[in-house]
């Protein structure tokens, strides 16, 4: 397998270190590591095999002879710099917001739709959002199985989809708590998130729903071809470091009994079965931090559902800045080889 050149475009926050080392863990073939950042991280070295590299300035000239872009930079920076890549030949996979829902680039989950990534004509291919990947890698295998048509969704996003500012900030309310002391200023969040929940991620549109909610709707259609897909969402903020939970509910074409999901969620790919009530084991964000598979559990008929309407509940945990961004990314890279 040929070595390429990879960039990594904001190599120094938490989702560009934690690409990093799943290019390391996954034995990707990196002949050359570029990794970039802003002005103020000009100096700054990343860790990689054993050594210290040294960033560069992001900058369009600082894409020659790259071959492949891993983006964990901001919608803004991605806009502007990322085509500037493609143009220069480099194929980019991008983890902003910046491309998700443009036609003529692909949005991927490699266990779902991983044939889209072949037809990438803007040199972009884009990760999902957090939340829609972690709660899509379960769906699939039973919409295969039995088509789905509905999805009730409540996520409980921890502080790590506001990045390494956000994880920070609940350890220091934390910390101020447990002296007694006020907690003051909560940034990045809109109220303390210590000890509480915030039912807010991202801006309200004007039917009420952010724009968290609505990436669940418009992301999901995409990703998994089904543009008829109905889905509400509410997305939650939630006291956790790391890892996101949500629980869901899918409605169903045909009939799909609790026993039959959980013969197709315990073999599909990238998850795994962990649903046993009699010993208290179902998944949880303490266990499934710093990991890459989607854990599932809760499986249960939906006992609202009407006569004749087929449709299961389940919980699933996993690791927002493994597979809900750094490793998605990584496993999108390596199909480019």
């Known amino acids: 397998m040929s070595e390429k050149t990879v960039a990594v475009l904001g190599a120094t926050g938490v989702v560009g270190q934690q690409m990093l080392q799943c290019l390391e863990e996954r034995s990707?073939?990196?002949g050359r590591l570029v990794p970039l950042a802003s002005e103020r991280s000009a100096g700054k070295t990343v860790r990689f095999a054993g050594e210290d590299v040294p960033c560069q300035v992001a900058c369009p000239e600082?894409?020659?002879?790259v071959d492949i872009v891993l983006g964990a930079a901001d919608d803004a920076t991605a806009r502007e710099l990322l085509p500037e890549a493609a143009r220069r030949g480099a194929v980019c996979v991008d983890n902003s917001h910046a491309f998700r829902l443009d036609p003529d680039v692909p949005l991927v989950v490699p266990e779902i739709n991983a044939a889209d990534i072949a037809n990438h004509p803007r040199g972009i291919i884009s990760n999902p959002n957090c939340a829609t990947i972690i709660g899509l890698v379960p769906v699939w295998p039973l919409h295969q199985a039995a088509g789905v048509k509905r999805l009730v969704v409540s996520t409980y996003q921890a502080a790590s989809g506001a990045?390494?500012?956000?994880?920070r900030e609940l350890e220091r309310e934390q910390r101020a708590l447990a002296a007694g002391e006020p907690v003051g200023e909560t940034a990045p969040f809109a109220y303390q998130l210590a000890e509480n929940l915030?039912?807010?991620?991202?801006?309200?549109?004007e039917e009420g729903y952010t724009s968290e909610e609505m990436k669940m709707l418009n992301e999901g259609r995409k990703i998994m071809h089904l543009p008829e897909l109905r889905v509400n969402c509410t997305c939650v903020r939630v006291p956790v470091v790391r890892s996101h939970s949500e629980s869901i509910t899918a409605e169903f074409e045909r009939p799909l009994s609790v026993g039959e999901a959980r013969e197709l969620l315990a073999a599909a790919p990238g998850v795994k079965l962990v649903d046993d009530p009699s010993a208290l084991r179902y998944p949880m964000p303490l266990e499934t931090s710093d990991q890459d598979l989607i854990w599932v559990g809760r499986l249960r008929r939906d006992l609202s559902?009407?006569?004749g309407v087929n449709a299961l509940t389940f919980w699933c945990c996993g690791d927002q800045i493994r597979k809900g961004a750094a490793t998605n990314a990584v496993q999108i890279a390596e199909y480019l080889l």
């Open 62 to 65: 600082a894409f020659e002879g």
């Open 198 to 205: 915030i039912p807010q991620i991202g801006g309200f549109n």
């Open 28 to 30: 990707f073939p990196v």
């Open 305 to 307: 559902a009407p006569e």
């Open 163 to 167: 990045g390494i500012a956000g994880m």
